[in-house]
């Protein structure tokens, strides 16, 4: 069965970090895009970051430049998004998604799977 499955959300005040994973089973992730979406309530899905295969090319939406970093670890199958400086903007429920071609990469419905996503409030 391919899942993939989000830890790590959690509730944080405002300028502290938090690590979000993202661990696959039933396919390799090495093998697609990793992405990170997130969706606020009353809002659409809005993208946040991507990461190639390889690790090597990684793309951050622009409010979180700089504060967001995107990760992988080939040999656990997993991904991750390190986030400091935290915003109450940023609170959210975050997905990780895996695409298989390297286009259309800020649209989550191009993703071919996608997690059930994790928590994150920021809030004093």
């Known amino acids: 069965e391919v899942k993939l499955v989000e830890s790590g959300g959690d509730l944080v005040q405002p300028g502290g970090s938090l690590r979000l994973s993202c661990a696959a089973s039933g396919f390799t992730l090495s093998d697609y895009y990793i992405g990170w979406f997130r969706q606020a309530p009353g809002k659409g899905l809005e993208w946040v970051s991507t990461?190639?295969?390889?690790?090597?090319?990684?793309y951050y939406e622009d409010s979180v430049q700089d504060r967001f970093f995107i990760s992988r670890d080939h040999a656990k199958n997993t991904a991750y998004l390190q986030m400091n400086s935290l915003k109450s903007e940023d609170t959210a429920l975050y997905y990780c998604?895996?695409?298989?071609?390297?286009?259309?990469?800020?649209?989550?419905?191009?993703?071919?799977?996608r997690g059930q996503g994790t928590q994150v409030t920021v809030s004093s």
């Open positions: 990461l190639s295969r390889d690790g090597s090319r990684a």
């Open positions: 998604a895996a695409r298989n071609e390297g286009t259309w990469l800020r649209d989550p419905e191009k993703y071919n799977y």
